[in-house]
């Protein structure tokens, strides 16, 4: 009998991992890709859908051209060269949520091709070369009911909602991705994340992981250490958040090694991530391009961008995110240290953000890597699924500058917000958290402090007036860390004359 896994790094001694990302967007267009459906999240289902995205006899589709120009801006934004002239083909393949029995795609014909981008993981920088970015449509959503997993097997009955069919999709496709086995994973979740920032940087889509607007097809494959011949790979299929691209990336190396190892041999398939229990499991075996019967739509003309229509496009990108993080850490006064955790806890847009709302960067960076990313760690979460946004960080701040909390009774206001109580204003009330700013309180507790401490008092009398500083311990217990440590300070020294 041979292990589920081996240990990464036994997997990493013996194999190098082989990975290729795919990553589908969904487009933030009002209407479908090819009919003007709307694309409203959340509406009842069924709603949305009219005989093109259902595939009704003798509908015709007309192409989006928002969605084109997205795709343009994705491409160019990638590096990639966008084409004089692209075609749509059909993708045939039958599943119940897609009702056509084909999805409207490009095959050979990418609308954008041979780009590439950059990533730094731990100070080094790896550059993903990217195949292409096309434009697809999406299918529509599959619920199974009554199993115990939420897939198909034990269901007692399917639901089929079409109101994402023929929602607009960019698939963008890297080419291997060969990096030191031990920084695969890492690779992989830093250019999912690198993507997000892009996206939302060219407005083409909410990016929501946790909606399936942004997904990831994570393949792995293995090679011996040192050969050139690549492995069987896997497709682990719509993997919806950084940690879990991460995670998905690593127990495929560790699983196939562990199949290897054994003299089996790794299947050529799909696998499902189960975000629960962090493991993959055989989904369906992977079809070649040659199984899909790829052929040009007949029903779409060919789409033809002009130069003059690339270029004006071109002109309207944003500052490329890599460039603006140089920027913002010249203009934050961060060090590469600090930047480099910023960019690694994903808490970069929440500080732009927060500071934006008149926080200064040395505030905002102490809670969003502070509490914030604390309690993201401790409960397996990212920072956005916290609940807590910049608006709260920035009332929080205020607070602290208005000499209404100090930085202790802050983060017990974070504790509030992370525990749903309230606004910062009403968890000061419920917890009683509000610095004592009567001058009469102070003194009554100095005075206490003295009266407690005579050897101290002794001691700042023959000439140690450092000694002091048990003494505004001693007040800040008393007043259980609500009083103004400077505002102590001053009340004492002024009580003992140093």
Sequence with gaps: MTADVLEINDALTQYDPVMGLEVHVE????SKMFCGCPT??????????????????????????????????IGLALNCEIAEWCRFARKNYFYPDMPKNFQTSQYDEPIAFNGWTEVVVDGETYRIEIERAHMEEDTGKSTHVGGATGRIHGASHSLVDYNRAGIPLIEIVTKTIEVPGDKAAAVARA???MLRDLLLALDVSDVRMDQGS??????????????SVLGTRTETKNVNSFRSVERAVTYEITRQAAVLSSGGKVVQETRHWHEDTGITTSGREKSDAEDYRYFPEPDLVPVAPSREWVEEIRATLPEAPSLRRVRLQEEWGFTDLEMRDVINGN???PIVATIELGVTPAAAKKWWLGELAR????????LDALGVGPTQVAEVQ??????????KLARQVF????????????????????????????IEAIDRAIAANPDVVEKVNSGKPAAAGALIGAVMKDMRGQADAAKVRQLLNEKLGI
């Design 398 to 407: 205020k607070l602290v500058d208005e000499g209404t909390l100090n930085d």
């Design 347 to 349: 808490a970069l847009e």
């Design 40 to 73: 409203e999240f959340g509406a009842p289902p069924n709603t949305q859908t009219c005989p093109v995205c259902l595939g009704l006899p003798g509908a015709l589709p007309v192409v989006n051209a928002r969605g084109v120009e997205s795709a343009i801006k």
């Design 27 to 30: 487009l933030n267009t009002k």
């Design 214 to 227: 942004l997904r990831c097809d994570a393949n792995v494959s293995l090679k011996p250490r040192g050969s």
């Design 375 to 382: 309690s993201a760690n401790e409960s397996g979460q990212d």
């Design 415 to 442: 504790e509030g917000l992370l525990a749903g109580e309230g606004t910062p204003a009403e968890i000061i009330e419920k917890r009683g958290l509000a610095l004592v700013s009567d001058d009469s309180a102070l």
């Design 191 to 193: 250019y999912v994340s």
